[in-house]
């Protein structure tokens, strides 16, 4: 298996195929070529047959797209690297977008994402995480698919109206907490990050694609918006990791990976991280290279990944760091001291000195072992750098495919469609039962007992709703709102 040639120093310095899956980290401080670096590995990746998932936080990832050419500070790198000759190529790549603007719209359920990630996306205390864990086992004991924001409104109002009957079996709910994730759920969407819940949901398979001549197709995130809700960006990120972790199953060593998936931003997965799901997200990377796939992580500082994370990336870059105060110069020596040392480079000097395209690297050996650092230039991509024009753009997007699926969004009969049609039925019942027992001065039009109360409150709660969306929709240009 052809290695994959990533910077040179006295001597061409290689990842190893059957090492990728490792993990790595690429970091340096803004302006260093992180990015360049990341669109390197991608594509030699792309060429070993190695489907790719990045986000390209910036904008400037689509040029990978294209061939290069005509690059002046390309051109000099080339001629200090001693490359002559070099062809220009572009990998095949396919387009995502939470907002559905820049690349196929990409989602999952409420269900799929789960009480844990989905209380990290709405920013939910302890207690309220539970009160969430709660209404998620009620709606799974009773069949009930949690599919978009209007499920889950649905299903919160159901439990919380009908907290009593479910307090032996469940606990105590909350009406406080209740009232929590509902605001959570509005200030969600408020940043867009309804798009996110609902369907078709992902299909992992779609992102394991090679093309006709065997190359791995690079599917790149666009992440310019979506950065602007970094909750949003690292919780999508992070249940996407799951899900391929659930997909592969045990596979072993292998000659390559079977996805490299590249974490930009990744200080964002772990601030204000609770204890509990950092431990998730340990196990997760600990466990997903038995699976095949290999984890790189996109940082301006290796101390912004916790150490038993760190200690995992064999595969290191390091761009420069900047040393103007003395927190600097601290963690310039902290991250001098994570590489295997070499008694030939003097680390933590380096690592300020270094030039934009160069980086200290160290790569896993055949045995596993990382290789002492070395200060190398790493080599141009032969894709273009930067970005394309937004007619390039959508012409990949329209020729793929997937091009008219995940763009038509689906409503099936799930929690709220369920739990409406119940209550509905009951109401109607309960008339019924009503104009039969009028003659007897029965006059109310409830349903008798608690369960009746609980329905008609629930289809109060879909009436409403749905009241609701339709003012938003009719007004929202004249008061501000959004669309639907």
């Not at 990409?106 to 996306?121: F, H, I, N, W």
């Not at 599917?219 to 970094?230: K, T």
């Not at 340990?282 to 992580?297: D, K, N, P, T």
Request: a neutral charge.
């Amino acid at each position: 298996m052809e290695p994959v040639l990533i910077a040179k120093a006295g001597r061409e310095l290689y990842l190893l195929p059957r090492m990728a899956n490792r993990h790595g980290m690429i970091a340096g401080a803004t302006g260093t070529g992180k990015t360049v670096t990341l669109q390197v590995m991608a594509e030699q990746f792309s060429r070993l047959g190695v489907p790719v998932f990045l986000a390209d936080v910036k904008g400037d990832l689509a040029g990978i797209s294209q061939p290069g050419g005509g690059n002046s500070k390309v051109e000099e790198r080339l001629r200090l690297l001693g490359v002559e000759n070099r062809p220009y190529q572009g990998c095949p790549v396919r387009f995502w977008d939470l907002y559905g603007e820049q690349g196929h719209p990409v989602r999952t359920t409420v269900s799929e994402m789960g009480p844990l990630l989905l209380g990290r996306l709405l920013n939910l205390n302890e207690t309220q995480t539970g009160v969430l864990n709660l209404v998620f086992r009620i709606a799974d004991d009773n069949g009930l698919l949690l599919l978009d924001m209007k499920d889950l409104r649905a299903m919160l109002q159901y439990v919380a109206d009908n907290s009593r009957q479910f307090q032996t079996e469940y606990g105590n709910v909350s009406a406080a907490s209740v009232g929590a994730i509902q605001r959570s759920l509005l200030a969600l969407e408020d940043q867009g990050g309804d798009k996110l819940l609902g369907e078709p949901a992902l299909n992992i398979d779609d992102l394991l694609q090679t093309d006709v001549s065997g190359r791995g197709v690079v599917n790149i995130l666009a992440a310019d918006r979506l950065m602007q809700s970094p909750r949003v960006y690292a919780t999508f990120l992070l249940w996407l990791l799951s899900e391929l972790f659930e997909h592969f199953p045990e596979a072993g060593d292998l000659e390559k990976p079977k996805l490299v998936f590249f974490f930009d931003e990744a200080h964002l997965l772990f601030d204000e991280a609770p204890r509990a799901l950092l431990d998730k997200i340990e196990q997760v990377v600990r466990l997903i290279r038995s699976r095949g796939v290999g984890v790189y992580f996109i940082s301006q500082n290796p101390l912004d990944v916790p150490d038993d994370v760190l200690g995992q990336l064999g595969n290191r870059v390091q761009h420069a760091l900047r040393a103007f105060t003395p927190r600097d110069q601290k963690e310039v020596q902290a991250a001098a001291e994570t590489f295997r040392s070499n008694p030939g480079l003097k680390v933590e000097k380096a690592i300020t000195e270094l030039a934009t395209g160069e980086a200290l690297v160290s790569l896993l050996d055949e045995k596993g072992s990382p290789t002492p650092v070395e200060r190398a230039f790493i080599y141009p991509p032969q894709s273009r750098i930067g970005t394309i024009s937004p007619e390039a753009r959508m012409n990949i997007i329209r020729q793929s495919e997937l091009h008219g699926f995940y763009e038509k969004v689906l409503d099936r009969d799930s929690a709220y469609e369920k739990l409406k049609s119940r209550a509905d039925k009951m109401a109607a019942e309960a008339k019924e039962n009503t104009d039969r027992t009028s003659r007897r001065g029965r006059t109310s039009s409830q349903p008798a007992g608690p369960v009746g109360k609980v329905v008609l409150s629930v289809a109060r709660s879909a009436g409403s709703q749905l009241g609701r969306q339709l003012v938003r929709g009719i007004l929202g240009s004249l008061f501000g709102g959004r669309g639907r």
